[in-house]
Structures are given as C-alpha cells and as structure tokens.
C-alpha cells in the first residue's frame, strides 16, 4: 500500500503499475528494466511534461489527424500503463491498433489483445491469428507485422520503441511518431517526431491535442507538421536536462 502523501508518490504507483501488468502476463521482464530507464529520465526532466515536449505533441496530433492510414503500435509497457488512452486515441483518430511485441509470446499477445478489448477496442491487429508480413532489414518475430496494419500505414504512433525497428519503419517511408523519455536513444533520434514525455502523460496530452486541431484546415497542419525539427526538440531537452541541475530553466 502506498500512501499518497509519499513524496514520490505518483513515480510509486506507476512501479506497482508495471509490476502489477509483468504478474498478469502483460508486461516482458525486461519491460520492467525498461521502465526504470524511463523512470530515470522523467526524474532528470522534473516530471512534467517540457514545453518542447508540448511542441513534439502537437506536432505529432497534427501528422496523425492528416494519416490516411494511422496505426497505433501497442507493446507491453503501453498496454501496461495506458491502455483505455490508446483506445481513446484511435476512436479520436480512427486510427488502427496493432499489438507489436519486441519479446513475442502467444500468451503476452492473447493477454494485451484482451486487455485492450476490454478498455473497448473493437478490432486490434498483430494477434497470432492473423497472417503477418516480414519488414525488410529485420530479423525475428519483432520482423512481422500486420498486412493492415502498420505494414500499409503512412503514419505510425510507436511508444517506446527499439532502435532497430525505428530505423525499419523509417526506411519503409513510414513518418514515425515515438514517445521516449531518452533523447539520446537511437529511436528518439530516428524517429520523424519524437515526444520526450512520459507515456502516462503525453498520451492524454496527445488526446486533447488531436480535439483541439481536428477542425483545423489541412494547410496549417502541413504547416505545423512541416515547422518541426526533431534534432532541435531533442536538444532542446538536452538542455533542460543540464541547466535544470546547474542552473535556472524555463520548463
Ligand atoms: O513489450 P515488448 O516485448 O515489446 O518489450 C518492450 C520493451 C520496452 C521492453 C522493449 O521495447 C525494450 O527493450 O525497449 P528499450 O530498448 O529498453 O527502450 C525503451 C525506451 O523507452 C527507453 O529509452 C526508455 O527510456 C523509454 N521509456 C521507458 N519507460 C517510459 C519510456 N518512455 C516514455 N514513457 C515511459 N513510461
């Protein structure tokens, strides 16, 4: 039991969160380490999203909601800490959920689609009971990918992705949207638009992102899409990063 008057008290319940999601079958073991590296990063950032992060998100709704083709791409630490805002976001966007697992196994599919299912997704792609097309340059289960889904997306919304299929979708002529709290990962730096937040808030924040713009007219949101230069936001972090621990910054 945690009390909520800890003063790491929100950071707490994402943990138990994630423990929670490895015990039920949800999450991959090395999930777990995975989030701590995260967990590291938000600290470093003070915990709230950045007002480059804001950018990256808005930048991001406005690719999405111009998508003829949207997939969400759900893993582990996804469906373990967000999974009724993925749903939520697809509705907003109409956009497809595929389930993409780095360590695939039947049982953590069939788990994260029935998880899904029951924060109301009607139909999810990537089960094992579809046929699955290989992405070019990759090797091994994370290699498959749904014939509908990502494999013909133009648009792909990634969370926490590994270097290595980033540099794939991209390749493919995918515009790749990933949330990661590290902006030196590979992905980060790969990827078209990349939001240095945590999932847990640049989800909901991406929501509320993609109602403000849905009426806006598709030149400004080429525009804002266009105005985006992920190098610069990910120094832009950099820097919060550094002078937030020798000095005063603007968050
Ligand atoms: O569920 P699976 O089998 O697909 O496996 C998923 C993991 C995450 C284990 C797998 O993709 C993996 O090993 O990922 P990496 O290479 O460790 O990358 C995860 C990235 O996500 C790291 O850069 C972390 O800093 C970042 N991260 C972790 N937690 C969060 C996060 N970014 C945003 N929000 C978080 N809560």
Do not use: C, W
């Amino acid at each position: 039991m945690i009390h909520n008057d800890h003063p790491r008290y929100e950071s707490l319940k994402l943990r138990a969160k994630v423990v929670e999601a490895y015990k039920n079958g949800i999450l991959a073991d090395s999930g777990m380490i995975a989030h701590g590296r995260g967990e590291a990063f938000d600290y470093l950032l003070g915990e709230k999203t950045s007002s480059n992060a804001k950018k990256a998100i808005k930048a991001s709704a406005a690719a999405l909601i111009l998508a003829k083709n949207p997939v969400i791409s759900v893993n582990g630490n996804t469906a373990a800490l967000v999974p009724n805002e993925i749903v939520t976001l697809a509705d907003e966007l109409h956009a497809k959920i595929e389930i993409n697992l780095f360590h695939r196994t039947h049982e953590r599919v069939s788990n994260i689609e029935k998880l899904l299912k029951e924060a109301g997704a009607k139909n999810i792609l990537g089960t094992d009971q579809e046929e699955k097309v290989s992405i070019r340059g990759l090797e091994g289960p994370r290699a498959t990918t749904s014939k509908d889904g990502v494999y013909i997306a133009d648009v792909v919304l990634v969370p926490l992705e590994d270097g290595d299929r980033a540099e794939a979708l991209i390749k493919l002529g995918k515009l790749l949207i990933t949330i990661d709290l590290n902006p030196l990962s590979r992905t980060a730096k790969t990827a078209t638009i990349t939001i240095v937040d945590n999932i847990v808030r640049a989800v909901p924040n991406l929501i509320e992102a993609v109602k403000e713009l849905s009426n806006v007219d598709p030149t400004t949101l080429h525009q804002i899409v266009k105005g985006f230069n992920n190098k610069k936001n990910l120094q832009e972090s950099l820097q919060k990063i550094s002078k937030k621990h020798t000095g005063k910054v603007k968050t």
